[in-house]
């Protein structure tokens, strides 16, 4: 005998009508909107500007970070009074406040980095002339001068050092005003102009050579005022500030040569030297140091002094003010060739 499942019946009772029009069916996809909300205020849309006009800014632009970060907060105030006043929702009201916090102090601090930065008088030409054409930053040059150096003068007749008395360990200085005159037993060398080193032979012969003295004598030929740094702090700093180090590399190294002219014309003026701004490579950092130190080795001070002033400039005395040069800071030919 073959059995049916039977499908229960669904009894209607009697009168029963169904409504179908106040009937509803399932949507097919329930994230599908039927009606769209009323669009936003106009609040809501300018901060939405904002943040969309700071996000296209190039990056070319000197001023980019400063104006998208200003834009961002701009925007994030918006939202708050967009969701504060019109929306009421905490939790956008919230979250835009930290944003707003975070921009807000990033936008101050580019600022500030930003600010002017204020040299002082006496040190403005020695930034312009010296440090500003090789792109030195004007808190870098603060940073330099600020810290372990300071301002001292001289009055006319006073010696700035004493040949064969005067360590060359101790400081390094910047003229900045007046005029100094070197002078090797008496005998005139070369004078020294405002904004050039006063002891930069020195400092560059004596790297390698600690504990030597003054050759020369350098004295005040009118009321100067110079910038003088501590040496070994000095050194410390140039280390930790790798770019200032190769500034000052170049400096020295074109105040030599500076002062190797000089010695060669010794009527060199003031004027004359701003002329000269020669890129000054290994071969052209000849020291006057050693130029000095083999006048002092002459058995004859007076004969030597006069040949050498006559004939440095012969290519047969640079040959071996060279050859010295390289003796005294172990410099080999082949680095010669490749720096010259």
Not at 292 to 320: I, K, V
């Amino acid at each position: 005998m073959n059995t049916t499942a039977m499908s229960p019946l669904t009894v209607t009772p009697l009168g029963f009508v169904p409504d179908l029009k106040n009937s509803t069916l399932d949507p097919l996809n329930e994230t599908a909107c039927e009606n769209w909300k009323e669009i936003h205020h106009l609040v809501f849309h300018v901060a939405n500007i904002c943040f969309a006009v700071g996000l296209v800014i190039p990056t070319s632009l000197n001023l980019h970070m400063i104006l998208l970060r200003g834009l961002l907060t701009i925007g994030c105030a918006l939202f708050i009074i967009w969701a504060t006043l019109y929306r009421c929702a905490l939790d956008i009201m919230i979250w835009n406040s930290v944003f707003l916090v975070v921009n807000l102090l990033h936008f101050i601090y580019l600022v500030y980095k930003r600010r002017p930065i204020k040299i002082e008088k006496e040190l403005s030409s020695l930034y312009k002339r010296m440090f500003e054409p090789l792109h030195v930053p004007p808190e870098l040059f603060q940073r330099l001068t600020g810290q372990f150096c300071n301002i001292q003068t001289l009055k006319t007749g006073q010696a700035y050092a004493a040949e064969d008395k005067t360590s060359v360990d101790d400081r390094l200085s910047i003229l900045l005003k007046g005029k100094m005159k070197v002078s090797y037993r008496g005998h005139f060398l070369h004078n020294i102009y405002p904004c050039a080193f006063i002891d930069s032979p020195e400092f560059r012969s004596t790297q390698m050579n600690r504990g030597e003295k003054f050759q020369v004598t350098i004295i005040a030929d009118d009321n100067c005022k110079f910038l003088c740094w501590s040496r070994e702090r000095l050194t410390f700093f140039l280390e930790s500030e790798p770019f200032l180090y190769e500034i000052f590399k170049y400096l020295i190294g074109k105040d030599i040569t500076n002062k190797l002219y000089s010695l060669n014309d010794p009527t060199l003026n003031d004027k004359a030297s701003k002329k000269i701004d020669r890129q000054p490579s290994l071969c052209s950092q000849l020291s006057v140091m050693q130029m000095r130190n083999s006048m002092a080795s002459t058995s004859d001070s007076e004969d030597g002094l006069q040949m050498f002033l006559r004939g440095s400039s012969s290519a047969s005395s640079l040959r071996n003010n060279q050859q010295e040069f390289y003796n005294a800071y172990g410099v080999s030919r082949l680095q010669h060739d490749v720096f010259c």
